[in-house]
C-alpha cells in the first residue's frame, strides 16, 4: 500500500482524536486536536496548506488543504453523517489539481472514525512507469 507508515500514524492520530472527542464537534475543533497530536506520532505537517491550481500550465486559484503530511499526503476532513460519492470525487479532484498521489478523506461526524484512502491513479501509474524505465 502506497506509504502504509505515514498513512498508518495518520490514521492513529486521527483515532485517537476521534475516541477523545466523539462526533459532534465543527471540522475545526478536529483540526486543532489533530494538530497537537500528530506530532506524538512523529509527523511533520503543513495546516491549511495553501495549493495551487492550474488549468493548462495557467495558475487559476487556490485552495486550502485541511493538511499536507510529510509533504506527501493531503489529509481533508469531513463532520458529516456518511461520506457520499461526491466527496470522495471532491477529493480525487483536489489530488488531481495539486498533483498529489495520495489522500486520506477522514469523517469525524460517525460514531466510529471513518477513513477513506483516495488515490490519483494516472499520477500514480506515471510513477510505477517512470521508475521502470530506470531500471531497465
Do not use: C, W
Amino acid at each position: 500500500m502506497l506509504y502504509e507508515d505515514v498513512t498508518g500514524r495518520i490514521i492513529a492520530a486521527a483515532m485517537k482524536v476521534h475516541a477523545t472527542l466523539g462526533n459532534g464537534f465543527q471540522e475545526v475543533i478536529y483540526q486543532r486536536a489533530l494538530e497537537l497530536e500528530l506530532p506524538h506520532h512523529s509527523l511533520v505537517f503543513e495546516r491549511e496548506k495553501e495549493m495551487p491550481i492550474y488549468y493548462r500550465n495557467q495558475l487559476i486559484g487556490t485552495r486550502r488543504v485541511d493538511f499536507f503530511v510529510e509533504s506527501l499526503i493531503m489529509v481533508e476532513f469531513k463532520t458529516i453523517s456518511q461520506l457520499d460519492d461526491v466527496h470522495l470525487a471532491q477529493a480525487r479532484n483536489y489530488l488531481e489539481a495539486y498533483q498529489v498521489e495520495l489522500g486520506l478523506l477522514l469523517n469525524f461526524g460517525t460514531t466510529s472514525l471513518d477513513v477513506k484512502r483516495v488515490y490519483h491513479n494516472k499520477l500514480i501509474q506515471a510513477r510505477s512507469r517512470s521508475n521502470r524505465r530506470i531500471a531497465l
